[in-house]
């Protein structure tokens, strides 16, 4: 059987395990089933970005924590009140954020500790695919070849997976 065929059957075994890591990071049980739902949903959609040989598993468990993250980002945002005072300071409102300790969980401060330890020529590329830019945009903001922006940013995230995995 071709293993593109069977990618619906790889991934529902695979989605199985998904549970205890989305109930750690939502902590209610109807969020967690919303959570895997979307989670096995953009794999499904994103199949073909799926590297044959590669753990299915670890590229559940990234969709799943992007699609957390990119959840709890949105959220806050929405939460977000800009003072149209001279100032125009940004304010969370306190009574309509919703309180969830899971996104510390994911260890946010030190994630931002290895991201600012990069070194600079690293860390800005990085920092600018990771809000959405695209290769040529950042190649053309920094006004270097695309290249270099794509290696820069994959030795980025190399010595970021290496640092969170020793600390």
């Not at 994103?46 to 044959?52: E, G, M, P, R």
């Amino acid at each position: 059987m071709n293993p593109r065929e069977d990618f619906g059957y790889r991934l529902h075994e695979a989605g199985a395990s998904l549970r205890p890591f989305a109930l750690r990071m939502v902590k209610d049980q109807d969020a967690a089933d919303d959570l895997i739902q979307e989670t096995l949903y953009k794999a499904l959609k994103n199949k073909d970005k799926f590297s044959i040989g590669t753990n299915l598993k670890a590229w559940l468990y990234t969709i799943m924590k992007n699609t957390f993250i990119t959840r709890y980002q949105k959220a806050s945002r929405r939460q977000t009140f800009v003072d149209t005072t001279d100032n125009q300071h940004f304010i969370n409102s306190g009574e309509r954020t919703a309180h969830n300790a899971a996104l510390s969980h994911l260890m946010t401060e030190e994630i931002m500790h290895a991201i600012d330890a990069l070194a600079e020529h690293y860390r800005l590329p990085f920092l600018m695919y990771y809000r959405g830019f695209k290769y040529q945009e950042i190649a053309d903001r920094l006004g270097i070849p695309i290249g270099t922006v794509k290696n820069r940013i994959h030795i980025a995230r190399k010595q970021l997976k290496e640092k969170l995995q020793r600390d």
